[in-house]
């Protein structure tokens, strides 16, 4: 088990792992076993700095408490099994692709668009040609459509779940970059912030990011 940022308010740790086991219970009764870690990735506030990332300015915004969550197995085929704790988002399969590694349909408003990307992106980064296949819970509480990130929660979460299957987590630095490379898959060009956040926050802290001459993160 594993987090893209600790938990930041001591107060959330009982909440927390009362969450996680449910998430781990909820597993073991659509797979019939246990996973083999949790990744998490948080979503972001921003406090100065409103989409002047794309152009390489420096930001300022900070990781937040809701995030997303990905309990993973690794298994031997090569396809990805996806469910979701909240009913509104149905289960999807997908099969691992030589050429494409993944199809993503763009037209198609699909949730695991964002997860496809993620594990698109985290693949190409790790240069894995034979990935394991993967069972996975998520369960995400950013809230939706109001600038909190919870899309690019999503995409490190799929990332940082897919190197980790394949044994092959990165530094932080590069999993930000393969999520940002990532979520242009679907359309979104943005410019850093969101995924830098997410992955490379420290608790009790907002983060002064730079991206000139290379990134670069001050708590």
């Not at 349909?105 to 668009?113: A, E, G, L």
């Not at 999993?175 to 410019?191: C, K, W």
Request: proline share 5%; aromatic share 8%.
């Amino acid at each position: 088990m594993f987090t893209a940022i600790s938990d930041i308010y001591a107060d959330n740790l009982l909440k927390h792992g009362v969450r996680y086991q449910t998430l781990v219970e909820k597993f073991v009764s659509i797979y019939g076993e246990k996973p083999d870690f949790i990744a998490r990735a948080p979503g972001r506030v921003n406090i100065i700095g409103e989409h002047i990332d794309y152009c390489g300015f420096p930001v300022f915004p900070m990781a937040i408490v809701p995030d997303c969550l990905v309990a993973v197995r690794s298994i031997e085929e090569k396809i990805v099994d996806l469910a979701n704790v909240n009913h509104e988002y149905p289960a999807r399969r997908f099969s691992y692709n030589p050429v494409s590694m993944v199809s993503i349909d763009n037209s198609q408003q699909d949730w695991t668009n964002y997860f496809k990307c993620g594990y698109k992106g985290a693949l190409k980064a790790i240069d894995c040609n034979a990935p394991k296949g993967m069972q996975c819970l998520m369960d995400g509480n950013v809230p939706r459509c109001v600038g909190l990130s919870s899309s690019s929660a999503v995409v490190c979460c799929a990332a940082l779940a897919t190197m980790e299957a394949n044994n092959r987590l990165l530094s932080q630095e590069n999993v930000v970059e393969a999520s940002v490379a990532s979520e242009r898959y679907i359309g979104t060009n943005g410019g850093g912030m969101d995924q830098t956040a997410s992955i490379m926050s420290q608790p009790h802290s907002a983060s002064f990011i730079e991206f000139d001459p290379e990134l670069s993160v001050t708590p």
